[in-house]
């Protein structure tokens, strides 16, 4: 009976993220469950700015040279091409020509408030410290995060990170997407985007928290349900969340 409330317990904590979490990040025995007991997977969207935004605001290097910057290691795989200027591959970059710094373009934050999620060139994610100290907790030593300065003019505005996945992965589902898989492994696009019937596999996931999908050949973050849901509990602003069934 005990082992049948403990187990209970803990599927709840996996599902929803407690108090605990929105101010001291993951209890213990949430990192250690992982992805045993989720049934999503979310694809996040970045840089999400309010309806009540008129125009879209920017973010420019003041420093560094972002067209040097160059992805680690180029090397093809099965997967969708591997762009060496490419900041949402999978793959880690060097970090000689990362920014440091950044300008905020388009209307000022009197106007439109800066966003606790950004969205920098090739859709690369700019995040806040919570991020970082959720993920390094589930997944530490995996990814990349260069410390950024926003600043509105010359006036300093705010911080981050530069996010830079450290896990390309292929977490399809081999069989239940629809209308299924090619050859190759990617996705079946369907003549109507509404039949279309993505699934992840737990298994291929293997305990990971975010990674770049390999046969999705429009970049997007993927993250677990645990990570995911644990940044739905601190209501950070400018990300929304797209939920798949993974089995």
Known sequence: MLLGLAIL???????SIGSNAQTQGLPDHMSK??????????????GVQPENYMYTNYFEAIDGDPEKIRVVDDTPDEGAWISPIGLTAGRHVLPQFVPTKLRRGGPGIKRQPLLD????????PLVPQVFKDILEELEPDVHQFFPMEYFENETKIG???LFITGNRLDTLHDTLCE???????????AKK???TKIVFSLS????????????IRRPGLRVSQVFGDALR???????????YRAV
Request: aromatic share 10%.
């Open 204 to 215: 291929k996931i293997n305990g990971h928290h975010a990674w770049n999908e390999m046969f």
């Open 179 to 189: 209308p299924g898989r090619d050859d190759q492994g990617f996705l079946i696009r």
């Open 33 to 46: 469950l992982g992805m045993e007991e989720n049934s999503v997977v979310y694809s996040l969207g970045v």
């Open 193 to 195: 985007p509404e039949i």
């Open 9 to 15: 317990s803990a599927r709840v904590c996996v599902q």
């Open 233 to 243: 509990a601190k209501n950070l602003s400018g990300v929304n969340y797209h939920s």
């Open 159 to 161: 911080e981050g990170y």
């Open 117 to 124: 999620v950004n969205r920098w060139e090739g859709g690369a």
